[in-house]
């Protein structure tokens, strides 16, 4: 029994423990999150939070054909321009540049980019961030983050 006590007391405290995956196998953290990469996306910048007790929290930097663009926006609900510094948006904020964002993750001014967030839940945890003028190859600039 004290045995148990003793174990309890040393494992408590990584129970908030997190795994970080750093920034440097971007194709891993695409699979791990996604699935089998097409071969005409490329992945600029990533990181993964690999976390045991909920899903993963990730942010990637990506040049994405539009049909891979267009897939990820189930769920998501655009948000227009006017309305991603007001009350509309949980956070409104935090929403544009989480102060906890890696620092290559910096969409830059709200009006170069189309906004869309998750709808279907009432925390709005994931967003994607769509570079209107992009066109590079025909891929989009896309940043995409869950948190």
């Known amino acids: ?49 690999c976390m045991w007790w909920t899903s993963d929290d990730w942010e990637f930097e990506l040049y994405a054909p539009a049909s891979w663009v267009e897939s990820q926006k189930w769920g998501l609900r655009r948000i227009q321009e006017k309305t991603v510094w007001d009350d509309e948006v949980m956070f409104p904020g935090e929403f544009w540049r989480p102060r906890y964002a890696s620092p290559w993750f910096a969409p830059g001014e709200p009006q ?36």
Not at 10 to 30: I, K, N, Q, S, Y
């Open 112 to 147: 170069l980019y189309e906004v869309w967030q998750l709808c279907l839940t009432s925390i709005p945890y994931k967003h994607l961030y769509v570079e209107k003028a992009s066109k590079e190859n025909n891929l989009i600039h896309v940043y995409y983050r869950r948190d």
């Open 1 to 49: 029994m004290k045995n148990l006590a003793l174990l309890i007391l040393m494992a408590a405290p990584l129970v908030g423990c997190t795994a970080t995956r750093l920034d440097a196998d971007h194709d891993a953290h695409f699979s791990h999150i996604f699935g089998e990469r097409p071969a005409d996306l490329k992945v600029l910048n990533s990181r993964v939070y």
